[in-house]
């Protein structure tokens, strides 16, 4: 079975850190660009980063340009995302994406595999 599994959520305080991570279970992220998103309630589902699987170039949302890091570790078909300096409007429902060749990184319709999501809460 295919899937994606994301973990690493949880509260934290405004100005705070979490890693995120995506960990690919029956098929390998090799060949696939991998996205993170994330939907807050009554809010559409927002792209916040992507990794190429050519390259592995980087490309980030304005939202979160500098405060969010993306990484994948190809060895163990997992990708991370490191957040810093938290805001409140952080908190979300984040997922995780894989596409073998999305035409707009951004858009959640381009991707094959969804992870089930993690919530991440950002308050004092």
């Known amino acids: 079975q295919l899937k994606l599994v994301e973990s690493g959520g949880g509260l934290v305080q405004p100005g705070g850190s979490l890693r995120l991570s995506c960990a690919a279970s029956?098929?390998?992220?090799?060949?696939?660009?991998i996205s993170w998103f994330r939907q807050a309630p009554g809010k559409e589902r927002e792209g916040l980063s992507c990794?190429?699987?050519?390259?592995?170039?980087?490309y980030y949302a304005d939202s979160v340009e500098g405060r969010f890091t993306m990484s994948r570790d190809n060895a163990k078909d997992t990708v991370y995302l490191q957040m810093s300096s938290l805001k409140p409007e952080d908190t979300a429902v984040y997922y995780c994406?894989?596409?073998?060749?999305?035409?707009?990184?951004?858009?959640?319709?381009?991707?094959?595999?969804w992870g089930q999501g993690t919530q991440v809460s950002v308050s004092s």
């Open positions: 994406a894989a596409g073998i060749d999305p035409m707009f990184i951004f858009r959640p319709n381009d991707y094959d595999y």
């Open positions: 029956g098929f390998t992220l090799d060949n696939y660009t």
């Open positions: 990794i190429s699987s050519i390259d592995g170039t980087t």
